[in-house]
């Protein structure tokens, strides 16, 4: 005898809460999460590589629990298995049930019946019952005042510094080695401790390879100033700021922190695993295998090497209105459901076509054990070569946009040394017609590094020198880019 279903939480029916279904809403998170992504790749110029991170991320966790309620047609049961997959979700971070809450409202929806009133943050401990460094906090004139008695930004080197677009925007992260003012436990890190600071809406950067040593934040009324070494300089409308230091709780801010955090067996936290609740035919969970598998490539441009590699747009349009197919396809008469979900996978493939077709059904093959699913066909055989003679290489790009510039300083890590590096994200002009394209360089121990706003005013002329696997230089918007190498690239600029 089936045991009856837990009863729905108060004021929601199978309707959903208020009118709005919780079945509806995760659906349209689905396919608000595929348009904004593909939104952020659409353009290379214009690439906005943390929001692809931020968003795909969303999905790690919670398509599983998505595909388990939308597999259930029983109207009650899908609804609080939705609005589980929900409050799970929202419970990550206030930023995230920020972001849940405006999505929601792009398409449609009023998510505020559905979500518990959101908890205060409490400070965390870790295993060892020492209190950890806050989660980020905005940089004010007050937090800097703390920050200086422990930690000494005079005598900081700059560990790493990148300069991105965000859209429209330009975003910056910058890490900074700080010596510590207070001891640390016998046996404790003799590194320096790591300061990380981020910068929103960049109005002016300037750096360059004699301003790595030594910094100044400087909060003001209308965001934020920090100077760095001999002439470096960001100026942003907003920055954050968090400490990534093992010693923080020997600090002074460590110990007022520790006076008055719960142990570690009363604070709240995040323990619970995503709603598990429901199971999955063979056919549905291909598709949550796939479609997760898809969410974690995209976000992969986490990584700035991987970022021109991943077919962003593509598997963008791939998947567009995937929310909706899938409630679709769950909500078929339970003899026909995984028939559904079957054709929907081939779909996907389909759309795809023959390469992206392939790379799913590896993904399927290997991670759910499908081989039945996409017929996928050979490669594509290649023209045969001309007969007039080998045909000429493509012309270098003379023009480029800078996306991204980052330097990284020397550094050893895992009893491994790792040298000096510099890494560009170009987004560079395509055939006549075709959209431009996103190509990572980089070098290591570069000689020159200099990088200001300016390069970052949209496409110009891109002047090189020398060869790409020995010494040689780059330079963009006249100077307002320009690396200079003795190693060589990792890859040609075309």
């Known amino acids: 005898m089936t045991p009856p279903a837990a009863p729905l939480p108060p004021g929601v029916s199978p309707e959903g809460a208020d009118g709005v279904s919780a079945m509806a809403v995760l659906a349209a998170l689905l396919d608000r999460s595929v348009a904004q992504i593909a939104e952020a790749a659409a353009d290379a110029r214009w690439y906005d590589r943390e929001a692809i991170r931020a968003v795909s ?4 966790n919670n398509l599983f629990p998505l595909f388990r309620a939308a597999h259930s047609a029983h109207a009650g049961k899908r609804e609080r298995r939705a609005l589980a997959a929900l409050r799970w979700m929202a419970g990550i971070s206030e930023r995230r049930r920020e972001w849940m809450t405006e999505q929601a409202a792009i398409a449609g929806y009023d998510i505020g019946p559905l979500l518990p ?40 080197t700059v560990s790493h510094l990148r300069v991105e677009r965000a859209g429209r925007d330009l975003t910056a992260l910058l890490q900074l080695a700080v010596p510590r003012r207070f001891a640390v ?46 002439g470096g300089r960001l100026r942003a409308e907003l920055a954050e700021y968090w400490c990534d230091d093992r010693s923080w709780y020997r600090s002074a801010a460590g110990r ?28 549905a969970d291909a598709a949550a295998v796939l479609l997760r598998h898809v969410m974690w490539e995209i976000r992969s441009v986490r990584y700035p090497g991987e970022a021109g590699r991943v077919p962003v747009r593509a598997l963008c349009r791939v998947f567009e209105g995937a929310g909706a197919a899938i409630l679709a396809a769950g909500s078929a008469p339970r003899a026909h459901r995984q028939a559904a979900f079957r054709e929907l996978i081939r779909a996907w493939a389909d759309r795809g076509g023959p390469v992206l077709a392939r790379s799913f059904a ?44 980052a330097w990284t300083a020397a550094r050893t890590g895992y009893r491994t040394d790792r040298p000096a590096e510099a890494q560009l994200h170009l987004a560079l002009p395509g055939r006549p017609g075709a959209p431009w394209r996103l190509r990572t360089l980089s070098c290591t121990e570069p000689r020159a590094f200099r990088v200001g706003d300016a390069a970052f005013q949209g ?21 307002a880019l320009h690396v200079a190498t003795e190693e060589g690239w990792s890859a040609s600029v075309g």
């Open 185 to 230: 436990e016998e046996g404790g890190a003799a590194d320096p401790a790591l300061l990380n600071v981020s910068l929103d809406r960049v109005t002016e950067a300037a750096f360059g390879l004699s301003d790595t040593r030594g910094a100044v934040l400087d909060p003001r009324a209308d965001g934020i100033v920090i100077s760095l070494g001999a």
């Open 459 to 479: 496409p110009g002329a891109l002047a090189r020198t020398g060869k790409a696997t020995g010494p040689s230089s780059l330079d963009l918007h006249r100077g």
């Open 117 to 156: 009133s959101a908890e205060p943050y409490v400070p965390g401990r870790d295993y060892r019952g020492r209190v950890m460094a806050p989660l980020p906090q905005v940089v004010t004139g007050k937090r800097v005042e703390e920050l200086l008695p422990d930690y000494d930004l005079a005598a900081a």
């Open 57 to 60: 991320d969303v999905w790690d």
């Open 362 to 405: 590896e993904i399927l093959r290997s991670s759910a054990g499908r081989d039945d699913l996409i017929e996928a066909g050979d490669d594509p055989v290649r023209a045969p070569a001309p007969l007039t003679g080998t045909p000429r290489p493509p012309e270098p790009p003379r023009r480029a946009a800078l996306v991204m510039a």
């Open 256 to 283: 007022r922190a520790d006076a008055v955090t719960p142990p570690r067996d009363d604070r709240s936290g995040r323990t619970d695993p995503p709603p598990q609740d429901g199971k999955l035919g063979a056919d």
